[in-house]
């Protein structure tokens, strides 16, 4: 089954606890992307990334990391968590030419205390 | 800029039809996306328009007037089961970015 794949589905941390999602998709996608979404402000892009090794900056990158060292997997890295970063996030995938949109994962609840 | 603007909440009965508005200002975008989220859950795709026009899908039709920087989402023969969020998206670019509106909370009562 074709799907975007992210763990975990929900997390409580601490401050300052670095901690990483992971995002695996299996459907050869080259295009791939971190959303966070709070109540009125829908969804934000955090990054994204075009291919292997290609990545920049969304809308609200600040606090987080992330790396493409494989065309399936997309982590996300919070070094240094803070309470303003408790949100859903999203990841999210697209092929070339698809006019479908990008798939998205299930979601990752984080709470950050 | 792409200031996407949609209404916050709507409210519709069973059976019935709904209009679902988006307006834009962009200064280019390939397509406009329509995504349907129920709530803690991931959003799925619903419709893509890229020309002027309607685009019919069983239920859910979709148009756009990029002259007049519109887009709505029409509903017809409303479910219990369409009771979700709403979100209009533009996306382009050789990023291939996606720009979210905040979406609209449709509620369908009986």
């Known amino acids: 089954e074709a799907q975007v794949t992210q763990n975990p589905r929900y997390l409580i941390t601490v401050t300052g606890k670095k901690l990483t999602v992971t995002c695996s998709q299996n459907?050869?996608?080259?295009?791939m992307s971190w959303y966070r979404q709070d109540p009125g402000l829908g969804l934000r892009q955090i990054y994204y990334s075009m291919n292997v090794e290609v990545t920049d900056k969304g809308d609200v990158p600040e606090g987080y990391k992330v790396s493409r060292k494989e065309k399936r997997n997309f982590p996300l890295i919070l070094e240094s968590p803070s309470p303003n970063q408790t949100s859903l996030y999203f990841c999210a995938s697209r092929g070339q030419g698809g006019r479908y949109g990008y798939t998205f994962g299930s979601g990752t609840r984080l709470t950050v205390v | 800029g792409q200031n996407i603007d949609q209404p916050t909440e709507m409210t519709a009965t069973e059976g019935a039809i709904v209009q679902i508005n988006c307006t834009y200002q962009t200064s280019g975008f390939n397509g406009l996306f329509w995504y349907q989220q129920h709530a803690g859950e991931a959003p799925t795709f619903l419709s893509y328009?890229?020309?002027?026009g309607l685009e019919e899908k069983g239920r859910f039709s979709s148009f756009l007037s990029r002259s007049k920087g519109y887009s709505y989402l029409l509903l017809k023969e409303l479910q219990m089961k369409d009771s979700a969020s709403y979100l209009c998206a533009l996306y382009g670019g050789a990023t291939n970015k996606l720009i979210f509106g905040t979406g609209t909370l449709l509620a369908v009562q009986p």
């Open positions: 328009n890229v020309l002027d």
């Open positions: 459907m050869n996608h080259e295009y």
